[in-house]
């Protein structure tokens, strides 16, 4: 009797399955109800295979977030100039021709002051070395810092040397950027501005203090090469981000704080609130009367410069 019911019993589950499956698909075999796969959904099956897929990808390394310190900016020395400064013993005013001034000394009674030797990061910023470096040498033209000024000095925080512009009359030299000097695109790099102002000696090329005769600036052709150099005690975060670090004093940083001593111009407090209340009505004549603001009332300059040849690159030193 078994063996006639038992087809009997088998033929509901078989229709029970066509009617909740497609009907190409054929019925589990007794032998094949072991198998997990004949028990599995197709639904499932897409979630098992996707999920099998997701497993066998390889997870991706996480970004870094802004915990994460950066890499600190290469501050290899790659190269080394001097700087030779030399002072007058008074703010000289002379009638000498302009081309003159571009080969003499301010005055002939010069005393010496001493040498300063700066490393340069070639490898952070090769365009603003580069340039800083012809400056120094005159490789590209006969202009070079020769025979120009310190022209401010602002005490306790840094001096500025470099400036472009007409010839004063305490006698320094005219300076022009030579035409050979290339376009300074790292001026508008964030790279660039990565080192602070931090200690005494540091030497960055002047943006937010460039104070270049405007005439001088429009022009196509301009380049920026007026530099400053960090005098001390402190450090001065306001340079910081505005103005590109490009080296430091190796040797001679007691030079430096020997013209940083240097006496300056310093208007009266009633003239200061004048040139404030001018500038606050857009009056430009308040600009141009700031100009001999901390200007040093001894000619302070620079009596020759040039490139010290450097055997390998070394790292940047430590200074106070």
């Known amino acids: 009797m078994s063996g006639h019911h038992s087809p009997q019993l088998r033929h509901p589950i078989t229709l ?6 497609h009907h190409h698909q054929k019925p589990p075999s007794s032998s094949s109800s072991s198998i997990p796969t004949s028990n599995t959904s197709p639904k499932r099956r897409s979630l098992l ?18 915990s994460t310190p950066l890499p600190p900016p290469d501050t290899t020395i790659t190269d ?16 000498r021709a302009q081309a003159e001034a571009q080969y003499l000394p301010p005055c002939p009674d010069s005393q010496p002051m001493g040498r300063v030797v700066l490393g340069l990061y070639g490898k952070l ?14 490789s590209t ?5 020769k025979n120009t000024l310190v022209h401010k000095i602002l005490p306790g925080q840094y001096l500025l040397a470099g400036r472009q512009g007409k010839r004063d009359n305490n006698g320094g030299a005219e300076l022009r950027a030579p035409p050979g000097l290339a376009r300074n695109l790292e001026t508008v790099d964030s790279h660039a501005f990565s ?22 600036q429009m022009d196509p052709g301009y380049r920026n090469v007026e530099f400053l150099i960090t005098t001390g005690p402190g450090p001065c975060p306001q340079l910081d ?3 590109i670090v490009f080296g430091a004093v190796l040797e001679g940083l007691d030079v430096v704080t ?9 208007p009266a407090e009633r003239i200061r609130q004048l040139n404030d209340f001018a500038e606050f009505i857009g009056d430009e004549r308040a600009q141009m009367g700031r100009t001999m603001w901390n200007r040093p009332l001894k000619t302070v300059y620079i009596s020759d410069c040039g490139e010290l040849m450097v055997a390998k690159p070394s790292l940047s030193p430590s200074l106070p």
């Not at 295979?49 to 802004?66: G, K």
């Open 80 to 95: 080394r100039v001097f700087l030779d400064f030399s002072i007058c013993p008074n703010y000289l005013r002379t009638d």
């Open 241 to 243: 981000g505005k103005n």
């Open 49 to 66: 295979l996707l999920s099998t897929t997701l497993i066998s990808l390889p997870v991706p390394a996480p970004l870094p977030s802004s």
């Open 141 to 145: 033209s006969s202009a070079s810092y």
């Open 195 to 216: 080192l602070e102002h931090n200690r005494p000696g540091v030497v960055s090329l002047c943006l937010s203090e460039n104070d270049d005769d405007e005439g001088i």
């Open 16 to 21: 029970r399955y066509l009617h909740h499956h």
């Open 125 to 138: 910023v090769p365009i603003t070395v580069s340039n800083f470096k012809s400056m120094c040498t005159g």
């Open 258 to 266: 020997a013209i940083a001593a240097v006496p300056t111009f310093k």
